[in-house]
């Protein structure tokens, strides 16, 4: 088990204060200037905040049935705030962290929630051999893998403002605390692409022109508001996902439901982890039909609701025997024996790897077009598709697969991307063959 040290040495990258690069309502504010107003509380409880811009981020993911790869979309809306508000919100929730943090281990929970915490040098990867280890350490058991339905769309505003009061060992929340929670409840927010149509902003590159804001406040009032184009949030859940203070809000929500299910898995010989919306349980198999009784009755407590289609529940038997199907926890899958990178992230993969390939095969029609000579005479230029799929480099998924192979010491990882060579040829030869 890791152990969670002091918080991260400020960086330009965690800074609250830093500036931001998206394009918003304002311009981004003078450090000097933003730090005295965010560490006077009673500035802070008089803040007008700004609009958000909501825009909807589109996750693919491909899932395996039989022998069939299944295409799937799930869509998110992700909120930005303004520049002074952002950094607000990343100054209390830096404060809020180091207090959970505290409260985590008051508790002995720091091993248990896994996301959107103080670095120890972890990742998923980390996590995911963690359980693995562990389903090998006390089988036979059973692994019940939830996920909670619509997670940041579904935080109950009463339960949220007494836990966040709590945190900060108070009855209720201060006057500028309470700011905060109801600029996040009660929020109002335009849609990105009504933003940047109506003041004619490219979605590929919103800062051309040495644009520094969207539009001003006149502007808006009059082309936004007037036009009826701002969102109020009037339901008594959900809080906006993609502000610097709603991570470390989520967690604290669920700070009641994880010691809870914490002691009980724990009082079953059991191991119980949760990451985001994820929770996983792993017990001995006498005690699996209550573990699932109590976690979907837990769950229900706090007002929210499981996926009971996305349950997964596996039993680990004897050590050596094979678990089907596997066990898919974050991002990689176990069934007792084998550790694999998840079916879909290697489709999504190559899938990725043969658009890269069509993208390169474009730019190579369009140089052969400007020189006026047929498209087989120019070649496909394989430096960007070797570094972004056949190589280790930043960021890349054969550095993450290769990560991934060391660290669970599967060999099983290695052979999933190990025709990607071979991939990237037939894909070019299937580009040129159309010519």
């Given at each position: 088990m890791g152990s969670r040290g002091p918080p991260p040495q400020l960086t330009m990258s965690n800074d609250p204060l830093r500036v931001r690069s998206y394009l918003h309502l304002d311009e981004p504010p003078r450090r000097s200037v933003i730090a005295a107003a965010v560490a006077d509380p009673a500035q802070v409880a008089r803040w007008q905040f700004l609009p958000m811009i909501t825009r909807v981020k589109v996750t693919r993911k491909i899932k395996r049935q039989g022998n069939v790869f299944i295409p799937k979309e799930k869509k998110r809306p992700i909120s930005y705030a303004s520049h002074r508000d952002a950094a607000l919100y990343a100054f209390y929730a830096a404060a809020l962290t180091r207090q959970y943090e505290h409260r985590l281990e008051l508790l002995g929970l720091s091993d248990v929630v896994t996301a959107f915490r103080t670095g120890d040098g972890r990742c998923n990867i980390h996590f995911a051999r963690e359980a693995f280890e562990w389903i090998d350490l006390i089988r036979p058991c059973v692994a019940l893998a939830y996920d909670i339905s619509g997670f940041f769309d579904n935080l109950d505003h009463r339960i949220l403002r007494d836990r966040w009061a709590d945190i900060l060992d108070e009855r209720s929340l201060p006057a500028d605390h309470y700011a905060l929670f109801r600029s996040l409840t009660r929020y109002t927010w335009v849609w990105q692409v009504t933003l940047y149509a109506m003041f004619g902003i490219s979605p590929y590159a919103p800062k051309a022109s040495g644009r520094t804001r969207i539009c001003s406040a006149l502007e808006f009032r009059n082309k936004v508001v007037r036009g009826n184009h701002l969102n109020r949030h009037l339901l008594d859940k959900g809080i906006p996902q993609g502000t610097p203070i709603s991570a470390v809000l989520s967690n604290i929500y669920m700070l009641d439901f994880d010691r809870m299910l914490s002691e009980k898995i724990k009082a079953w010989g059991g191991l119980y982890r949760r990451y985001c919306d994820d929770v996983l349980c792993i017990v001995p198999p006498q005690h699996a039909v209550e573990a699932k009784a109590y976690v979907e009755a837990l769950v229900a407590s706090i007002k929210l609701e499981v996926q009971p289609e996305k349950l997964e529940e596996c039993y680990f038997g004897l050590p050596g025997t094979v678990t089907k199907p596997a066990l898919q926890y974050l991002g990689?899958?176990?069934?007792?024996?084998?550790?694999?990178?998840?079916?879909?992230?290697?489709?999504?993969?190559?899938?990725?790897?043969?658009?890269?390939?069509?993208?390169?095969?474009?730019?190579?029609?369009?140089?052969?077009?400007?020189?006026?000579?047929?498209?087989?005479?120019?070649?496909?230029?394989?430096?960007?598709?070797?570094?972004?799929?056949?190589?280790?480099?930043?960021?890349?998924?054969?550095?993450?697969?290769?990560?991934?192979?060391?660290?669970?010491?599967?060999?099983?990882?290695g052979k999933q991307i190990s025709r990607r060579a071979r991939a990237i040829d037939e894909a070019i030869g299937r580009v040129s063959e159309a010519d």
């Open positions: 990689l899958t176990f069934d007792g024996r084998k550790v694999r990178l998840r079916n879909g992230g290697v489709a999504k993969f190559y899938s990725r790897m043969r658009q890269g390939v069509r993208q390169a095969h474009r730019a190579r029609t369009k140089a052969a077009r400007m020189k006026g000579v047929p498209v087989a005479s120019v070649p496909i230029k394989r430096g960007k598709l070797n570094r972004s799929y056949l190589y280790v480099g930043p960021r890349n998924f054969v550095t993450y697969a290769t990560r991934a192979a060391g660290l669970t010491q599967s060999e099983a990882i």
